[in-house]
T-cell receptor
Framework: GENVEQHPSTLSVQEGDSAVIKCTYSDSASNYFPWYKQELGKRPQLIIDIRSNVGEKKDQRIAVTLNKTAKHFSLHITETQPEDSAVYFCAASKDRDDKIIFGKGTRLHILP | GAGVSQSPSNKVTEKGKDVELRCDPISGHTALYWYRQRLGQGLEFLIYFQGNSAPDKSGLPSDRFSAERTGESVSTLTIQRTQQEDSAVYLC????????????FGEGSRLTVL
């Protein structure tokens, strides 16, 4: 079955700097890759997703890139702000109508 | 309802007891997922229901775990003979039939096994 690895487990960046979180997946049939943000004590919420027919997607300060050949995908957050502090989870799925397997998460700390 | 509802929000039980956790998905959502999140850990897939199809049970960690869903409504996750390692937050999520794959999570049920 699908296995999603996520790195780093913890990341600290200065406010205003960029943060990058990387994930790899094992199942070449996966074609849907969402990212979820979980603030402390709250439920995970979708922040951005990408499908295998595109290599990059942007939404304001957030971007996701996908390399299907290498089975890598990454989340990029630019101009980080205090409210970006949270745990971020990457995930992979063969289809939107399939189970979604999550990575173990990255705890992002934005330093003042 | 407006969102995914889970109950109980907190459950403390003794080792060896059975527990039932309930999830009410967003009305009309055909897909329902259960995940387990141990303290400070990731989202561990347990089971996935899609409409009237057979559920994907590939994530259930042992035969002590089972789940049911009635049609496209309420789901119940049952843990029999609970063990201390079952202590975690159990999150339910639902997804609609639209073109997006977004999961809408409930607040979770925090289970503590003493």
């Amino acid at each position: 079955g699908e296995n999603v690895e996520q790195h780093p487990s913890t990341l600290s960046v200065q406010e205003g700097d960029s943060a990058v979180i990387k994930c790899t997946y094992s199942d070449s049939a996966s074609n849907y890759f969402p990212w979820y943000k979980q603030e402390l004590g709250k439920r995970p919420q979708l922040i951005i997703d990408i499908r295998s027919n595109v290599g990059e997607k942007k939404d304001q300060r957030i971007a996701v890139t996908l390399n299907k050949t290498a089975k890598h995908f990454s989340l990029h957050i630019t101009e980080t702000q205090p409210e970006d502090s949270a745990v971020y989870f990457c995930a992979a799925s063969k289809d939107r109508d399939d189970k979604i397997i999550f990575g173990k998460g990255t705890r992002l700390h934005i330093l003042p | 309802g407006a969102g995914v509802s889970q109950s109980p929000s907190n459950k403390v039980t003794e080792k060896g007891k059975d527990v039932e956790l309930r999830c009410d998905p967003i009305s009309g959502h055909t897909a329902l997922y259960w995940y387990r999140q141990r303290l400070g850990q990731g989202l561990e897939f347990l089971i996935y229901f899609q409409g009237n199809s057979a559920p994907d049970k590939s994530g259930l960690p042992s035969d002590r775990f089972s789940a049911e869903r009635t049609g496209e409504s309420v789901s119940t996750l049952t843990i029999q003979r609970t063990q201390q390692e079952d202590s975690a937050v159990y999150l339910c999520a639902s997804r609609g039939a639209s073109n997006t794959g977004e999961l809408f999570f409930g607040e979770g049920s925090r289970l503590t096994v003493l």
